[in-house]
């Protein structure tokens, strides 16, 4: 049998080349043990991870993640990730709704857990964010970004000029939202706290650059 797992070094930190056909239980073992032997490298190290070889769900992911944690001083950032399947799914719901169809984003960046009011993120590559995105708290990208939770801060996506970019959350209410320097329309709210814009804002949706505006689609 080939090794169960290796350890490369990349330029955003390391890579787990991963058995394709290992039983993930055994695999995650592997994993736990290859990092315990190596943790006179690793020790009190701060790095990205990222996996190839064979396809892992998120909860997997996290699951590796949190073992090897959990069984060394290492600290993992965020894990990058080649998510095409997410892209894929996204720009299917955009044809649905006849709207341009954005660019796949060949990688992105994975950040697992909520904002913080004041925090900010900014990346070159998209980022996707496993929590909410409270008020204050903001994403910056020169890419697409994509919340799986609540968009309520700011978001600015495209930000080299890229207005394929998109902004995309399972409950989209921006204080502010911005592609390719281009501001959308402000979200107003009303008694009880009810946002919207022309729709309940209270569902996914996209937001998308088309001939110098910016345009809001529900992904339901």
Sequence with gaps: MSQAVM?????????????PDLEFAVLLGEITKKFEESEKFFSNAEFAISFEGRDLSDAQKVEIVEAIVSHTKVKILCIIENDEIRDEIIRQK??????????????????RGSLKAGEQIESEAGVIIIGDVPKDASIVSK???????????????GMDGDES????????????????????????????????????????????????????RSLE
């Design 143 to 157: 890419s697409s970004i994509i919340v799986l939770g609540t968009l309520g801060g700011m978001a600015y996506a």
């Design 94 to 111: 955009i044809q649905q709704t006849k709207a341009p169809v954005p660019k796949p984003q060949p990688k992105g960046i994975f950040y």
């Design 7 to 19: 350890i490369k070094s990349s330029k955003n930190g390391i890579n787990l080349v991963l058995h």
């Design 165 to 216: 970019s998109f902004i995309a959350a399972l409950n989209f209410m921006p204080e502010k939202y911005n592609i390719a320097g281009i501001y959308g329309e402000p979200l107003i709210q009303e008694k009880g706290g009810i946002f919207h814009r022309r729709n309940k804002t209270t569902e996914a949706k996209i937001a998308f650059a088309n001939d110098g505006f910016v345009n809001v």
